[in-house]
């Protein structure tokens, strides 16, 4: 195999074994998933390329949101009476309407100053690094809707409201393969 010396080169001979090797040799797992319905194959099989031609439907873009959140990390927390929770040594705060709860936190490894906090039967919610001050006690507050006074806002709702406007915003932004291949494009 000879030798690569940058990722250009190494994207142009991807590039050539897929389009003059891969996709024109049979595939088993197309083989796989016809027979499995009961449907003949040719003995000489079906390419990548003959089962790209025969769909007609058109390309399904995912938002950018949803394959950033297939890679995010997840562990497992208890949330505290305060609606907070540890992680890597901060206090994270969620939302006290899932204290004492047990949840799903889902991470980018790389910026750990948002986690996602995910509970059964409520919404995803962005839960924030706390900075604990010098003088400040370790314990936050108990929230005033666990002390029977009526709060005038809601953390969950304004964060979810926020999300929701994100998320909208988002919506138009899909991944787009235009440039695949093209001279002087991105590659991946």
């Not at 940058?6 to 991807?14: D, G, H, I």
């Not at 204290?99 to 790389?110: Q, S, T, V």
């Amino acid at each position: 195999m000879a030798h690569v010396h940058s990722v250009k080169e190494l994207n142009s001979r991807w590039k050539v074994f897929l389009e003059q090797e891969y996709q024109k040799e049979a595939h088993a797992g197309i083989r796989e998933y016809y027979e499995s319905y009961g449907a003949k194959v040719p003995a000489c099989g079906i390419t990548p390329e003959q089962e790209w031609m025969r769909d007609a439907r058109g390309l399904i873009f995912i938002d950018v949101s949803v394959v950033a959140d297939a890679f995010l990390h997840r562990e497992t927390r208890k949330i505290d009476e305060a609606g907070c929770f540890s992680f890597e040594g901060a206090r994270y705060e969620a939302s006290a309407a899932l204290a004492n709860l047990e949840a799903e936190i889902a991470y980018d490894p790389m910026n750990t100053q948002t986690i996602m906090v995910y509970c059964k039967g409520t919404e995803s919610v962005a839960a924030h690094r706390i900075e604990i001050g010098a003088y400040a006690s370790k314990v936050p507050p108990v929230p005033m809707g666990m002390t029977g006074s009526i709060p005038e806002t809601s953390r969950l709702l304004d964060a979810l409201e926020k999300k929701y406007r994100e998320d909208h915003r988002q919506m138009a932004q899909v991944l787009s393969f235009e440039d695949y291949g093209k001279e002087g494009g991105q590659n991946v």
